[in-house]
């Protein structure tokens, strides 16, 4: 008897989990206001351009690294990560200011962050989960690199539509936080001149060991 | 006394060698990613919010402005001009020793023999995580990693592959440590210390690294010689560097002020650790 209505019940459950999937499917895979499908299909690029190859050619590797860069030009949001990085030190900047760091800040950003591509070696990602609430989201993932589980959390906020990260936290150190420290750090010593002085020098030395 | 005691150490290591040569194109990874690109979807439950309750949770659940909910906390530093010098003194022997020794090294040893040799290392240290594990009333994780052991050991020849987790679907729990055991029982960090040689620290991580090392095998292997000790503490290091090489170069590169950058990534990390922030251990569906 129990095992009877069990069955039925399980059949009942079934029927529904195909409805809901047949109709979840199509909107899942093309909304672009799910937040976990856009760093999903994000990531994915970023995969797909890494083991492109007809781009590992050493004479393609500038080529390589401006796609990567494009895909996580979409996927993160450095006018948000620039304000949150300067709390305290945001409100009194000028436009221009603002401007001329958030560029700065964004070439740092992808020289920690994007400076390993060349060592790609078959990492795999896996998504464990999304948490949505109103504007912002959390998109909890990891980072399979020889055979240790490294777990990265995404931090997004909604912006005319499109969901994009202004903050990743790796192993709970967070991006924005860390140099939030490193930025105040410099600002109360040397003003905020000082800051960007620092910031273009350390972004040019990057950038000349790269050549 | 001390170079026989070496020269054991030596022939361990070519055993060892002899062994990893032997079955070749290592056991350590069973997890090829196949023709498809290696992103897995975990169907593991949405809504589980116990587990998350953190600093990043209260942020979603916050209604108030965006900015609130960001902790500017840091640890206290009153040593820190001794620390900076130390600082430099292990970024020096990063950048001259062990950078050049891990680079020939890594040319010397494929990547999968080098991580069947982390895979021993960490089997040997089985006894540090299930003590803290219990410690800090983790049965099931304390019960995982005797599991792993026993299979690791025996399957996975001497622990050089993860047997466990490739044929068992037994996959390391979060590695637990004394630091993070004290910090369970309401210790907080203390202040920073950046140690030579061995790297940063606070107080309390300091005192659970002395304890974690009376649970290591590889400290009565040594016996109270220090040279031995060195030895071992020196082959896993550079091993591990072999497999982490640039990652250090990167961050330094891109500090705007690498030791303190580096204080707070270690404080970051660990306070992550000490309350299992991290969602290891929640394996992909497959």
């Known amino acids: ?211 | 006394m001390g170079t026989g005691n070496g020269k054991i150490a030596a022939g361990c290591l070519l055993l060892l060698l002899l062994i990893l040569a032997a079955v070749d194109d290592g056991p350590c990874f069973a997890n090829e990613a196949g023709g498809d690109l290696p992103i897995v979807l975990s169907s593991s439950g949405q809504d589980d919010e116990a587990e998350f309750a953190d600093e990043d949770e209260a942020w979603l659940m916050d209604d108030e402005g965006e900015m609130d909910g960001e902790s500017q906390a840091s640890i206290a530093d009153p040593l820190e001009s001794l620390n900076r010098i130390f600082f430099r003194f292990n970024d020096r022997l990063y950048f001259w020793v062990v950078k050049p020794m891990a680079t020939v090294y890594a040319n010397i040893l494929a990547e999968d023999i080098r991580i069947c040799i982390r895979n021993f290392f960490s089997n040997l240290s089985v006894p540090v995580r299930v003590v803290n594990n219990i410690l800090q009333g983790k049965m099931n994780a304390s019960g995982i990693e005797l599991a792993r052991f026993a299979v690791n050991s025996t399957v996975g020849i001497v622990g050089l592959a993860d047997a466990a987790k490739d044929g068992f679907g037994l996959a390391p729990p979060p590695e637990e440590d004394l630091g993070q055991t004290l910090g369970v029982y309401g210790i907080g960090p203390g202040i920073y210390l950046n140690w030579p040689v061995l790297g940063p620290s606070t107080t309390r991580d300091t005192v659970g690294m002395v304890g974690d090392a009376f649970l290591e095998p590889l400290t009565y292997v040594a016996d109270g010689r220090l040279e031995t000790a060195a030895a071992f503490y020196a082959a896993e290091e550079l091993n591990h560097a072999s497999l982490t090489l640039g990652d250090y170069e990167l961050f330094i590169k891109t500090s705007l002020d690498p030791y303190s950058a580096m204080r707070d990534v270690y404080y970051q990390y660990r306070q992550g650790r000490v309350n299992d922030l991290s969602v290891q251990g929640d394996g992909p569906a497959k």
């Open chain 1, 1 to 211: 008897m129990i095992g009877r209505t069990g069955s039925k019940k399980r059949i009942i459950w079934l029927l529904t989990a195909v409805v809901l999937l047949a109709w979840g499917l199509p909107l899942g895979s093309s909304a672009a206001n799910d937040p976990l499908s856009q760093v999903k299909n994000a990531v994915q690029e970023v995969l797909r351009i890494l083991q492109d190859e007809q781009l590992l050619a050493p004479d393609m590797k500038e080529e390589r690294k401006k796609q990567v860069e494009a895909v996580v030009d979409t996927m993160f949001d450095f006018a948000k990560m620039s304000k949150h990085a300067l709390v305290g030190y945001w409100d009194e900047r000028t436009p221009e200011e603002r401007k001329r760091f958030e560029s700065l800040f964004a070439r740092l950003v992808k020289q920690r962050y994007i400076g390993k591509i060349d060592n790609y070696t078959g990492q795999e990602v896996v998504f464990k989960r999304q948490r949505v609430k109103g504007d912002r989201a959390l998109i909890y993932t990891s980072l399979i690199d020889k055979g240790i589980e490294i777990p990265i959390t995404y931090k997004l906020l909604k912006k005319e539509g499109e969901w994009r990260a202004f903050d990743m936290k790796i192993e709970n150190v967070s991006l924005v936080a860390n140099y939030r420290q490193d930025f105040s750090r410099i600002i109360k010593k040397d003003g905020f001149d000082g800051l960007i002085a620092r910031m273009r020098e350390k972004v040019a030395e990057v950038e000349a060991d790269g050549k």
